[in-house]
């Protein structure tokens, strides 16, 4: 994997907010097309008064040109019972994803982070960390060709942009298209009525909204002791990325707890620098007494490829 000066990522690990720097993709020309990248903003946050430790480990845009050019790869990772699963899904999942992107026959990019995901379980399993997991959402951002001609002879030439995203458990990514909140993720909880009847019926229950009364998600990163129950299968999307598409949202449940998608985006919809953007989310959150670590990346997408 390529880290570029341009996307080099620095953080802090400080009782309080870290000091982030925003990092951003340059623009390149390809194929007479001029390619955007990403401008990144991320921020973090202990909640000493509620954590006594910080359990998010945080991937921000990371430079996939080794992959394809102009892609980008963002990522949060959201601990629980220690850091270990965290840590190893920070250090590893996406060297696995590019492991078997480079040796994939033609396969879709969400059968890909599926295998991602199953394979990196596997490993954490394979190293005894029975009781630590972790919760994950993931955002890919690769260039494509546009499809064919369709049928009624539209023309369809160019580049486009698309974004994948997978997640386990409750960390969230929201997309701002013309300022609406579409969710790209799935909260896997105890209380989610498809997630409680999978558990029960592979032998497990559910007992306030927790699994077997212990864990709060019922799919994750980790957590080999509950594996039969607390699967590491992720929920993924495709979604093509448009002129509408200004943003993206990767947060912990400890920023949703307290902020409904619309109203994050629309707390920085106007705020064009994503550094801001991210501090300003995670200011909101400890406003309105949030009592989870917290950790929040603003991903601003500038233009699309174009016919």
């Not at 990019?109 to 199953?118: C, K, W, Y």
């Not at 959150?285 to 917290?294: C, G, M, Q, Y």
């Amino acid at each position: 994997m390529t880290d570029s000066a341009e996307s080099e990522t620095r953080k802090t690990r400080a009782e309080g907010k870290s000091e982030t720097v925003s990092s951003a993709f340059g623009d390149d020309e390809v194929q007479g097309q001029k390619t955007s990248g990403f401008k990144i903003g991320f921020a973090e946050d202990k909640n000493k008064k509620h954590r006594r430790t910080m359990e998010v480990w945080d991937v921000t845009g990371m430079d996939m040109t080794a992959m394809d050019h102009g892609a980008g790869w963002f990522a949060i990772y959201d601990g629980h019972a220690g850091r270990s699963a965290a840590d190893y899904c920070g250090a590893h999942l996406h060297e696995n994803f590019e492991t078997l992107y480079q040796k994939a026959e033609p396969s879709s990019i969400p059968s890909l982070l599926n295998e991602t995901f199953m394979m990196t379980d596997t490993q954490i399993a394979e190293r005894k960390a029975s009781y630590s997991g972790c919760t994950a959402v993931v955002g890919y951002i690769q260039t494509e060709e546009r499809p064919p001609a369709s049928s009624d002879g539209e023309a369809n030439c160019g580049k486009r942009r698309v974004l994948y995203t997978a997640n386990v458990g409750d960390a969230r990514a929201v997309l701002s298209r013309g300022g609406k909140a579409i969710r790209l993720s799935y909260d896997h909880k105890g209380s989610d009525p498809a997630e409680a009847k999978r558990i029960v019926e592979t032998g497990g229950f559910v007992m306030n909204n927790r699994v077997n009364g212990v864990l709060a998600v019922t799919r994750s990163l980790g957590d080999t002791s509950m594996k039969e129950w607390v699967i590491g299968s992720p929920y993924t999307t495709e979604t093509v990325l448009g002129l509408e598409d200004s943003f993206l949202i990767f947060a912990c449940d400890g920023v949703w707890d307290v902020c409904s998608d619309q109203a994050a985006v629309d707390l920085i919809r106007d705020t064009s620098d994503p550094q801001q953007a991210a501090e300003d989310l995670l200011d909101h959150a400890l406003e309105n007494f949030s009592t989870d670590n917290l950790s929040v990346m603003v991903v601003r997408l500038e233009q699309p490829y174009v016919p």
